[in-house]
């Protein structure tokens, strides 16, 4: 349930205008002109909310949810209070996606700290830098010298666009990001705080000192791209750091120079992906995962949390472990260990 200050609330919508935007099916002829006022979890909906459930481990509060339309899957259907409306769909959260997208569209992309449009008072836009309509650039952000916007984007205050930098079209620059040696596609949201195109961590090492290795690469960010706060993306060192369309990034993630990410990858907080490394499409990589250069993770490959991968994965293989390794092999090593372990644990009454 939102707080009115930060996001406006759409709607109400009905029952029936849901279930078309989604493909959900009205149960046991529920009244489908219902108004739906507000989007809730299970245990603080009202009548005119719509919760939505999904997971098992949640069955009490669907029995006890006080929610006037519930949006789930069939089978849970018989959990539901009565009296509720019932929205049945495949895939709930796919659905509750696309119904908050609907209620909260603000809420999509971020919203500015500045609050108004154009170039604000304060602002610094390099008089060769281009603009196209619609390009907001709040206080304090920098623009710099060759540098290209698209219509719709807003670079946020205190954010750096370095120079001959090309953002697309609806992009979100967040505050206090910065963006250097980078083309950008359309529709990216980039977060407070990110920072790329900067060296990629290159030295011959040496008994006489560290010799830097020149980084003359390019940050590549293709569309519909998200980068959570704090993450580094850097610039390759002979060829370009590829960011595949579609891929999501969480908060604090470290990609180094000349990585390939494929189309449509999940990266979760807190890993490390090492220089030269590739992931196909659709991989998926858990939280706190790090990944040794020059590694190569197949498509659809999926890497459990906390895991160090050190091999190249085949694709749609479910990896974890350290060091990773196919996860009924790493599932038959943590089994023997705790049996191992439970050996010597002394008997009762010894």
Known sequence: MSDPVFFRRQGPFSVAELAAWTGAKIAGGGDGSRQVRDIAPLDCAGADDLAYFENPAYLDQLSATRAGICLLAEKY????PEGAV?????????????????????????????????????????????????????PGAVVGAGAQIGSGSCIGAGAIVG????????????PGASLLHALVGDRVIVHPGVRIGQDGFGFAMGGQGHAKIVQTGRVVIQNDVEIGANTT????????????????????????????????????AQSGISG???????????????????????????????SRVRDDVPAGERWGGTPAKP????????????????????????
């Open 86 to 138: 019932l929205l049945i769909a495949a895939e709930p959260y796919r659905a509750y996606a696309e119904i908050g997208a609907r209620f909260y569209p603000e809420a999509l992309r971020p919203l500015g700290a500045w609050g108004g449009s154009g170039v604000a008072p304060g602002a610094h836009v390099h008089e060769s830098a281009r603009l196209e309509s619609d390009v907001t650039v709040e």
């Open 233 to 268: 993306i850097d610039r390759g060192a002979s060829r370009d750091t590829v960011i595949g369309e579609g891929t999501k990034i969480d908060n604090q993630v470290q990609i180094g120079h000349n990585v390939v990410v494929g189309r449509h990858c999940i990266i979760v």
């Open 77 to 80: 259907a018989s959990r539901a």
């Open 327 to 350: 996860v009924r092999i790493w599932f038959r090593e943590m089994t023997a260990l705790k049996r191992l372990g439970e050996s010597d644990r002394p008997k009762k009454g010894s």
């Open 276 to 306: 030269s490394t590739e992931l196909g499409d659709f991989v998926a990589i858990g939280g706190q995962v790090g990944i040794l250069g020059h590694v190569k993770i197949g498509a659809g490959a999926q890497i459990a949390a906390s």
């Open 163 to 174: 120079s001959n930098v090309r953002i697309g079209r609806n992009c979100s620059i967040s």
